[in-house]
């Protein structure tokens, strides 16, 4: 394991919907909720509550919240393009980036989290932590724009689980 990358990760998945729905899905905090979030809450630079129905844009700060998980990431957009790249500060100082390229009938969502601090915590709690994390919600997504079903565990007596 001493040539192990921890510093960042990549996870790529194919999902059969349109370019353009999938980038909504990370822009639109309504949509964010559908598949990621119990809450995306985004300020604009002026600090004002961003619609929930309503683009991001660069510089917004946001705060977010999982089912069955108490804390609240907070962070901010550092990047969109508004075709198919996101770029996001998140956990601490790292850099998430996600992309979309249509494939066919297809939308590859690629995200890569980097600048992960290299400490055993930081190993585990961000490395490990978040790249089971994303997994399970691009597999999440997929599931949400290709047939409907929310794979999240919503219920507080079902914890800890894999969908959790």
């Not at 550092?78 to 100082?93: L, M, P, R, W, Y």
């Not at 190993?123 to 994303?134: P, Q, S, T």
Request: aromatic share 14%.
């Amino acid at each position: 394991m001493k040539n192990f990358d921890w510093t960042q990760f990549t996870r790529k998945i194919a999902i059969k919907a349109p370019l353009n729905a999938l980038y909504d899905a990370w822009t639109i905090p309504a949509q964010i909720e559908r598949w990621f979030l119990s809450d995306a809450t985004f300020y604009n630079s002026s600090d004002e509550k961003i619609d929930k129905n309503e683009h991001i844009t660069p510089g917004s700060r946001y705060e977010w919240q999982w089912y069955l998980w108490d804390p609240t990431e907070t962070g901010f957009v550092k990047e969109v393009n508004g075709t198919d790249h996101i770029q996001f500060k998140f956990a601490g100082e790292c850099i998430v980036d996600v992309h979309l390229e249509s494939f066919k009938d297809n939308t590859i969502v690629s995200i890569s989290q980097r600048e992960i601090p290299t400490t055993d915590e930081h190993k585990v709690n961000i490395h490990l932590g978040c790249d089971r994390g994303w997994s399970f919600y691009l597999v999440n997504l997929k599931s949400i724009y290709e047939g409907g079903i929310d794979l999240r565990n919503k219920n507080s007596d079902l914890k800890p689980m894999l969908n959790t």
